[in-house]
């Protein structure tokens, strides 16, 4: 009875910890601006299912692809487990599911499978990370609490699916024995091999039994915490991210509506200057981007696809997309918290721009998509470095010279060089 | 010498009481550039070998806008946009076939919202579609069969549009030895022009981006790259020089690769 209160307890405490923080998330996410990517439900829906669901751009690189394939299935299916632990944890039964006789072996011995699996690719990912040190994983962007985060989440899944692995063994090893409460029930492919290390004392074995119980899922509790405060996150933003994704051609930019007002009252003086002042030209702060920006910078998982394709990145320059996404997520992060304590975000004399991105790193892009092009979670980079440029190019006219020559050259003769528009067709003669 | 054939200028056929099916949108760099005006001849030929009334906007052409917009510069993009647009408008330009995929990009995409809407199409795209039709036929002994020929895939015409099979269907033609980049189709890596770069020095690394992708055509052991793109035509004769390989790798527009197995 004690137990089942306690399990009560910490269930309940973990759903509201994760509630109150996942909530905060949503908050920051809405600060950003609004764009319209509610329409054509069904296409959205397509795409959530084969880039979320399908894994469709991971197998752009086959090797992390399976392994990952294994940890994401195996985490999506043992979950159902999750589903018995809780029932058994608030009603005090014992593999209560295990009525469904033959099917219920088959659930178990499936888990136990996946378990391996996961468990087998959890230690290749981290010896791809801290052994071979794969370039794409070990950049500067990387260093310090990145780099723990990533190797938390891996050890973190081995010793939950080493307490479920040990945790069948027990129970296995129970049944076999003849233990009272632990009746025959499941089928054990792979914590079979482990029965022989367990003691042979039944109150050893409950002990182990217990402790392993309560450590999977006490830490899948707490791993559920962890999600908000790290790049895990994706395992839930993932979804939505690709459900909401740009449908458009990548090459498409959006145009700026309140310079086409302008622009247009320039061209026809007979139309009315627009009315209302627009706050701001392009992005210095996370404020200035939509909110899909912010939910982009959230579920970057910084797996660095986009930063291995990146042209810029490649030959040296300062320039890493998955930074741009890893800064954007600090910095309404930041925010955020700064909103929590002042009730309204006070100035902190801090901006995206210049103090998390430098203008060496807005300048170094050639918008060639691949970034956008490799992101297994549609992710668009690309549209927060532009609307870094439009800043720095709109709101203060500070750009590398030769770009202000292009635009001077672009406005007086129609063309980026130095030629006039009266020899545009010389070619013709030549 | 060639014959130098008249190309009209939509103004001129409009004196005629004459309209074209299609306007050739040239871009800067084909007006300009003299190795990238040497693909706007091709293109030319190509068009008036297959008979279609096209015609030029000639110096009443401006930029798209493409690299104000990439650099930041929405004014002066949406500037030269609604320019453009007025006179395409006044013309009442229904289909245009651009040279350069960043001019394709901008009028395909970025025009309609601005109240420009056209048929819009590559070059590569036109003339594929003059192969599928039996307009344009190469050589039996044209003179890049046989050749080893590779394909590097503009941005904004593969990963921004997703046109990947026009070009390469236009060198299956060829029955040259195709071979393709270990970065191709929507793994391409950028020649290093795009987002108006072209029009500035690199930021500071361990090497420019265009000498990255040279390495790619030199791994592949072609002896032609195929570009379709007038700004990937510099860069990647920019980056042959830098490795000295002008002897052994030739870059061709796949406009001239068309022209000269037609024998046009």
């Known amino acids: 009875m004690i137990s089942q209160l306690l399990f009560a307890i910490v269930f309940i405490a973990a759903v509201l910890f994760f509630y109150k923080n996942a909530s905060k998330i949503y908050r920051n996410i809405r600060l950003g601006k609004s764009v319209n990517r509610f329409d054509n439900p069904s296409e959205r829906l397509k795409t959530m299912l084969h880039v979320a669901l399908g894994q469709k751009k991971m197998f752009k690189r086959p090797i992390p692809a399976i392994l990952h394939l294994f940890v994401y299935v195996g985490f999506c299916i043992i979950n159902i487990e999750m589903l018995e632990i809780l029932i058994d944890g608030l009603v005090g039964t014992h593999r209560v599911l295990s009525f469904l006789g033959g099917f219920y072996d088959f659930l178990i011995a499936s888990f136990e499978v996946l378990a391996f ?162 706050s701001r030209f392009g992005v210095k702060d996370v404020h200035d981007l939509t909110w899909k920006n912010l939910l982009d910078a959230y579920t970057c998982t910084e797996c660095g696809r986009c930063t291995a394709s990146c042209p810029a990145n490649i030959t040296g320059k300062l320039l890493s997309p998955r930074k741009i996404m890893m800064d954007t997520r600090d910095r309404i992060e930041e925010v955020g918290k700064n909103i929590d304590k002042n009730k309204s975000f006070v100035d902190d004399g801090k901006s995206l721009l210049d103090s998390y991105i430098s203008r060496e790193e807005i300048w170094a892009c050639t918008s060639c998509n691949a970034c956008v092009e490799q992101c ?9 470095i532009m609307g870094l440029r439009q800043y720095a190019i709109m709101e203060e006219s500070q750009a590398p010279s030769s770009i202000n020559n292009m635009l001077g050259n672009l406005e007086n003769n129609g063309a980026p060089w130095k030629y006039a528009q009266a020899d545009r067709a010389n070619w013709v003669q030549n | 010498m060639e014959n130098r054939i008249h190309i009209p200028t939509v103004a001129e056929l409009l004196a005629q009481g004459e309209a074209p099916d299609l306007l050739f949108w040239v871009g800067c760099a084909g007006s300009f550039d003299e190795r990238a005006q040497r693909i706007t001849r091709d293109i030319c030929k190509i068009l008036q070998h297959v008979g279609i009334k096209f015609a030029i906007l000639g110096t009443e052409e401006s930029c798209t806008g493409d690299p104000a917009k990439r650099a930041g510069n929405e004014f002066v993009f949406q500037m030269q946009a609604m320019m453009n647009i007025q006179v395409l408008d006044g013309y009442e330009i229904k289909k245009i076939v651009t040279a350069c995929p960043h001019c394709f990009n901008t009028i395909k995409n970025e025009y309609p919202a601005l109240g420009g809407h056209y048929e819009v199409i590559h070059h590569t795209q036109l003339i594929q579609s003059l192969i599928d039709e039996g307009k344009l036929k190469p050589n039996d002994s044209n003179e890049f069969k046989g050749k080893r020929i590779t394909y590097h895939d503009p941005c904004y015409l593969g990963r921004a549009n997703e046109v990947y099979e026009a070009p390469r269907k236009v060198l299956e033609t060829l029955d040259a030895d195709l071979v393709e980049l270990k970065r191709c189709r929507n793994n391409g890596l950028c020649c290093g022009a795009g987002g108006a770069q072209m029009f500035k020095e690199p ?18 052991k072609a002896n032609i790259v195929a570009a379709a793109c007038p700004f990937c035509m510099t860069m990647l004769r920019d980056g042959v020089k830098v490795k000295e390989k002008e002897q052994e790798i030739q870059v061709l527009d796949i406009a001239e690769i068309t022209v000269r197995a037609n024998r046009l």
Not at chain 1, 376 to 384: G, K, Q, S, Y
């Open chain 1, 117 to 278: 699996t996961v468990f087998v690719s959890c230690v290749v990912f981290l010896i791809r990370r801290n052994v071979l040190k794969l370039k794409r994983l070990n950049q500067p962007e990387l260093n310090n609490w990145p780099k723990s985060d990533a190797n938390y989440i891996l050890i973190t899944e081995i010793l939950l699916m080493t307490a479920f692995l040990l945790m069948n063994a027990a129970d296995y090893k129970l049944q076999q024995l003849g233990t009272d409460h632990y009746s025959t029930a499941g089928s054990f492919p792979i914590s079979q091999y482990i029965v022989g290390i367990l003691p042979e004392t039944v109150s050893s074995l409950v002990f182990i039994e217990r402790f392993a119980w309560w450590f999977h899922i006490i830490g899948v509790m707490a791993f559920l915490n962890y999600l908000p405060i790290s790049k895990h996150l994706h395992i839930i933003l993932a979804f939505p991210n690709t459900y909401f994704s740009n449908l458009e051609p990548k090459g498409k930019f959006n145009n700026m509506e309140s310079v086409t007002a302008e622009v247009k009252a320039m061209l026809d003086p007979s139309l009315p200057p627009p009315s209302g002042e627009v």
């Open chain 1, 376 to 384: 297994p979670v549609n992710i668009n980079p690309l549209e927060i």
């Open chain 2, 203 to 220: 930021e500071p690394g361990k090497k420019d981006i265009n000498v990255e992708r040279v390495e790619d055509v030199i791994e592949s």
